[in-house]
């Protein structure tokens, strides 16, 4: 029973349910550099899963006196682990991802210590920097520029935008999210960087594709627009579930951007959308 309770906290702290966007952002960023081999691409899948969890580790513990306020709840301000214990587990997590990506050349280097940093810098400025949500979307950026850095083609122009689009995504739900645990007035401007992928799609698509990236955005869209009707025209609001969702969405914006039109990718990608859904019904994702 104990060690299940830990376990849990753990899972918690992690916020584990995020996960498999992690592992789409992976392979959106690895199907747009050519692939490569299955055994680099596990590889560096792990270490940016120890990238995230890490980061997620310290953003608590650097977060420990807020939460102690506004979020008793939390692991640290409740009991349930000590805040020491958290800042080991944490830069622990962060020194095993970049140790797993050593053999990977010095580009993959490159791009993981500069998502290391980002994630550093958000963790300890979020709560008083008001362009917070920026610093989280360049955590995402450089997350897929780090895995295409270590595909067959490396870094593309499609994979820049790519990670551009996805860094737009993730700033409006951002700013969203900043509104849950204050329940102050929900903006819409937010839906406009939200949209920014389904416009990258319709641009990169022409001709044969065109007919393709349109039924992928509206699915995408569509999913979209159920999540923002929790948070803008329920008559209860409910940002939590309108985040959570979103941050699922995260892998249907990588489906948009990496789908090859193969039954293996569009399986890979409907798994993860599923893991990301399942997993928010044991671990909050927030």
């Known amino acids: ?6 376990l849990r906290t753990l899972l918690i702290l992690g916020r584990v349910s995020n996960v498999p966007t992690v592992w789409s952002n992976c392979f959106a960023g690895w199907l747009l550099a050519g692939g490569g081999a299955w055994d680099r691409f596990l590889l560096l899948t792990f270490a940016a899963t120890c990238f995230y969890v890490g980061g997620m580790y310290l953003n ?9 306020q ?11 682990i000590r805040v ?33 940093v980002a994630i550093l810098v958000y963790d300890a400025i979020h709560k008083i920097f008001a362009l917070s949500p920026v610093l989280m979307a360049a ?34 739900l951002s ?25 990258l799609a319709l641009i990169v698509n022409q001709g044969e594709y065109l007919s393709r990236a349109i039924a992928l955005c509206v699915v995408v869209a569509l999913w979209m627009v159920r999540c923002l ?7 209860q609001r409910n940002i939590g579930r309108c985040v959570s969702g979103l941050l699922a969405g995260i892998v249907l914006v990588d489906l948009l951007a990496a789908w090859d ?26």
């Open 84 to 116: 020491e214990t958290v800042w080991a587990w944490g830069f622990g997590w962060l020194g095993v991802g970049v140790a797993c990506l050593f053999g990977f050349g010095q580009t993959t280097i490159i791009y993981a210590l500069l998502l290391v």
């Open 229 to 235: 009707s929790f948070a803008l025209w329920s008559p």
């Open 175 to 199: 700013y969203l999210a900043r509104k849950e645990s204050t329940m102050a007035t929900v903006s819409r401007w937010p839906c406009l960087f939200l949209a920014m992928p389904l416009m």
């Open 60 to 68: 608590d513990a650097f977060d420990a006196t807020f939460d102690l």
């Open 1 to 6: 029973m104990v060690v299940a309770k830990h």
């Open 139 to 172: 955590c995402r950026f450089f997350l897929v520029l780090l895995a295409a850095s270590a595909g067959r083609n490396g870094i593309t122009g499609l994979a820049i935008w790519t990670a551009l689009a996805l860094a737009a995504y993730i700033i409006g």
């Open 70 to 80: 506004h979020r008793p709840e939390r692991p640290i301000p409740s009991g349930a």
């Open 261 to 286: 039109g193969t039954l293996a990718t569009t399986l890979t990608f409907a798994a993860l959308f599923a893991l990301a859904l399942l997993f928010q019904r044991f671990v909050p994702a927030t």
